[in-house]
């Protein structure tokens, strides 16, 4: 059985940069599209940003695109967000998923908080 661990979130003013991993343990995520999510106090998780087995395929949440970059080392089973010109409204919990035989496979989650 596959685990996510994420790291990387912590306090950050607005605009500036936090990026977090997502180290996966117990066999390998290779051949499974990884996503990042995020949940506000209060609110639904919401998708953030997708990528392929491969990495040669992402997608995002039109709220962070442009600021955003998922990416992927398949060598060291890990995964990233770069997260830029970050905003207040960006405070939440990321967590990063993959879906194993249609079973959803969530990290712990990481703190990200942006002070304005």
């Known amino acids: 059985q596959v685990q996510l661990v994420e790291s990387g979130g912590g306090l950050v003013e607005a605009g500036g940069s936090l990026r977090l991993s997502c180290a996966a343990s117990?066999?390998?995520?290779?051949?499974?599209?990884m996503r990042w999510f995020r949940q506000a106090p209060g609110k639904e998780r919401e998708f953030v940003a997708l990528?392929?087995?491969?990495?040669?395929?992402?997608n995002y949440a039109d709220s962070v695109k442009g600021r955003f970059t998922i990416s992927r080392d398949n060598a060291k089973n890990t995964g990233y967000l770069q997260m830029n010109s970050l905003k207040p409204e960006d405070t939440a919990v990321y967590y990063c998923?993959?879906?194993?035989?249609?079973?959803?496979?969530w990290g712990q989650g990481t703190q990200v908080t942006v002070s304005s």
């Open positions: 998923n993959i879906v194993v035989g249609g079973t959803n496979i």
């Open positions: 117990g066999r390998t995520f290779i051949g499974y599209a």
């Open positions: 990528i392929s087995w491969s990495g040669g395929n992402t």
